[in-house]
């Protein structure tokens, strides 16, 4: 953000404060914290701390703090509920780890969770990193409902989300002016890049903030969450403090355990399996099974594997670690620098090192533990899998360029032939039922069996090509195109009872019988269609101008045109409801559009005039018309009908109908 500034003395001042925020987030991720004025042990609460920049926290038996002293920023923070509960201590005690220097609340009881609270504080800094270790003491899986709520003394004069820069769609942290001297509040719950990212609730001229998060959480599974709470000294530097944060070293300071839990943040793809990948700094690195290290240059050019699905030659300048898996029958782990993974066994015994003495060395790779290739310049901090990949269950992560064939897949709907490029992703590893899960590009997801018993593909990357093939009994996903990206809303959606989704429009000519008349209806024109409560075999259709009209259709199955361009022939009986917020007009009504169309290139500017304004009365219905009409139309029909599409479609989005159609049910997080 740019400080307009105009006094030479206040610039210095500023940027001495945003130099102070980055070096407050550089402490927060050295390992080397320092702790409260306590040593190791347990200490009793409130424990009391004082930090060097004039604020004293205190830390209270559910593990949420407070300010004291001269114009305290906060007068709550971190304040945990989960499904509508506290988490709530036996003893009014903490105890201070001796290892990491954490004031740790120890198996908090919150309803059928256990939950433990790491606190690491930094004195020189005045701020705090929280680690909420949450685990599922259930038989049953839980969908967990997180909030945290924090509380400003003397209220909030001004505050920001900060923007995740690598996804904008959506914010990890908050920055609030208050009134205790202009200081700020800064309260950071995500990452850069999380795929867990914080809902923040604000409301203006209020003093309280409240950050949520909604997780399902298997039984008997573990997940943590990581927050940073600081006192900046303008909005600026807070955001600043933010922005300066690097995931991945402040993932060098967690715990391993700890560390491959946190899903709200970029760090537990540094592990495979249970295992972290080791990275050198200036040099490579050879962990021996001892637990020794030796540090030199790796002389191997490139490495092959054989793996049960095919020869592999990767090039060593790709590689960023190498795991010996398993103790009697070692299986080697190749983890490259965009984070792929590949199992299997290497074509050789032994290992070529110099050491940084210059000595050279053949190391038995039955004697090496992990294996880590220095850091390169220009490698990726973190790994985007933007790229399409393949997840093995034996953990392999692999990419690959797109299959040539279609994917044949045996539906309730028939077979359908899916082109690659219109799948989003396969899972085949379901733990709810033992078919398959088909997500489309266009947002569209239903269930399904893959009838190919192996795909043959081709790796991702640069040189020579390597084609392989992968049985489909172990693939556990088919990723070809990266994150859940929102589909268009303005797009039918046909939600099934199944908990099937189509995202798409219905098709052909239906016959409705009604209590008095049969009705002819172009599937085109519907809006809404649902089944009615007295009887399940009968629906009620809403047209395209509101009618509404109930009967049993002649029909017995749906044709649902996918915005991907597949047809699905979806049985009647199945539907929970089909919601079109740009349904098709009337005939009529169409031919009422295209003559207005076409007097919007008359000559008489009038006549252009006055067909604009009659096309804007009509409202949003022909919107979707008009999208079909402006490619034929003069340049200037043109420009007036995309004026026409912009007052109708703001005018919509302000006034957006709602689908009674459930919210999509939360992705379960699975780690141990």
């Known amino acids: 953000m740019t400080i307009r500034i105009s006094l030479a003395s206040v610039v210095a001042f500023a940027a001495v404060a945003l130099c102070a925020a980055v070096s407050r987030a550089e402490r927060l991720i050295r390992p080397a914290f320092i702790g409260g004025d306590a040593g190791p042990g ?12 004039g604020n004293q926290w205190q830390f209270y038996q559910q593990g949420q703090f407070q300010h004291s002293g001269n114009m305290p920023v906060y007068s709550q923070g971190a304040m945990l509920m989960i499904n509508g509960n506290y988490p709530q201590g036996r003893v009014n005690q903490a105890r201070m780890d001796e290892k990491t220097g954490e004031l740790v609340f120890d198996n908090l009881a919150c309803g059928a969770l256990a939950v433990t609270r790491r606190v690491l504080l930094d004195r020189e800094g005045g701020s705090v990193r929280y680690i909420d270790v949450i685990r599922n003491t259930a038989g049953a899986e839980q969908t967990l409902n997180i909030s945290y709520q924090a ?31 202009g200081r700020c509040a800064v309260e950071m719950f995500a990452g850069k890049g999380t795929k867990l990212a914080p809902v923040i609730n604000y409301q203006p001229g209020n003093s309280a903030v409240q950050i949520s998060f909604s997780h399902v959480l298997p039984a008997g599974k573990t997940i943590a969450i990581m927050h940073f709470h600081a006192v900046t000294a303008s909005i600026d530097a807070g955001q600043k403090f933010v922005q300066g944060m690097k995931e991945s070293r402040v993932m060098a300071s967690v715990p391993s355990a700890i560390r491959k839990l946190i899903v709200n943040y970029r760090g537990g793809e540094n592990f495979v399996g249970d295992c972290e990948i080791l990275r050198g700094d200036i040099l490579d690195v050879v962990e ?15 490495f092959r594997l054989r793996t049960f699905y095919g020869e592999v030659e990767l090039p060593a300048a790709k590689l960023a670690g190498l795991i010996n898996a398993g103790e009697y029958r070692p299986r080697q782990l190749l983890v490259t620098t965009e984070g792929e993974v590949f199992g299997g066994a290497l074509d050789r015994e032994k290992l070529s090192l110099e050491l940084s003495s210059g000595q050279a060395m053949e190391v038995p790779l039955t004697q090496i533990s992990r294996v880590g290739w220095r850091r390169r310049q220009g490698e990726p901090e973190e790994w985007t899998f933007e790229k399409p990949f393949i997840l093995m269950r034996p953990g392999d992560r692999i990419g690959v360029q797109l299959p040539e064939k279609d994917i044949e897949v045996a539906t309730r709907y028939g077979t359908l032939r899916l082109k690659p490029s219109a799948v989003r992703a396969i899972s085949f590893q379901n733990e709810e039922h033992g078919v398959h899960d088909i997500t489309l590009i266009d947002g569209s997801r239903f269930a399904g069996l893959v009838t190919a018993d192996v795909f043959e593909m081709k790796l991702a990357g640069e040189g020579r090509e390597q084609a392989v093939k992968f049985p489909v009994s172990s693939i556990r996903r088919m990723q070809f195109v990266s994150g859940d990206e929102p589909g268009d809303d303005q797009q039918g959606t046909l939600d099934l009872m199944n908990d099937d989704v189509l995202v798409g429009i219905l098709t052909g000519a239906l016959k409705l019988d009604t209590a008095f008349s ?4 172009s599937a085109g024109e519907i809006k809404r269609l649902v089944h009615t409560a007295s009887s399940p075999s009968d629906v009620q259709v809403t047209l395209w101008d509101d009618s509404v009209v109930s009967g049993q259709l002649q029909q017995q199955h749906l044709v649902c045109r996918l915005q991907s361009g597949i047809d699905m022939k979806v049985p009647v009986a199945l539907v929970k409801e089909y919601f079109q917020p740009r349904p098709q007009p009337s005939a009529a009504v169409m031919q009422t559009i295209s003559a207005l169309v076409a007097e919007l290139n008359a000559e008489d500017w009038k006549a252009r005039d006055a067909a604009q304004e009659r096309l804007v009365a009509m409202g949003t219905i ?20 995309e004026m026409i599409l912009k007052r109708l479609e703001d005018s919509s989005s302000r006034n957006k109908p709602q689908s009674s159609a459930p919210a999509p049910r939360p992705a379960p997080v699975l780690v141990d």
């Open 42 to 53: 347990t200490v009793n609460l409130p424990y009391v701390w004082n930090d060097n920049t």
């Open 151 to 181: 509380n400003m003394n003397y209220g909030v004069q001004m505050a920001v989300n900060v923007a995740d820069p690598k996804k904008n769609t959506q914010n990890i942290a908050w920055v609030a002016q208050t009134h205790a001297n």
């Open 288 to 302: 021996l099974r001892s637990g020794d290290q030796l540090k030199g240059t790796l002389k191997d050019a490139s």
């Open 518 to 521: 049969t009705i002819d209806i």
């Open 622 to 641: 022909v919107i979707a018309p008009l999208k079909q009409l402006k490619a034929a139309q003069s340049p200037e029909a043109q420009q007036r009908i």
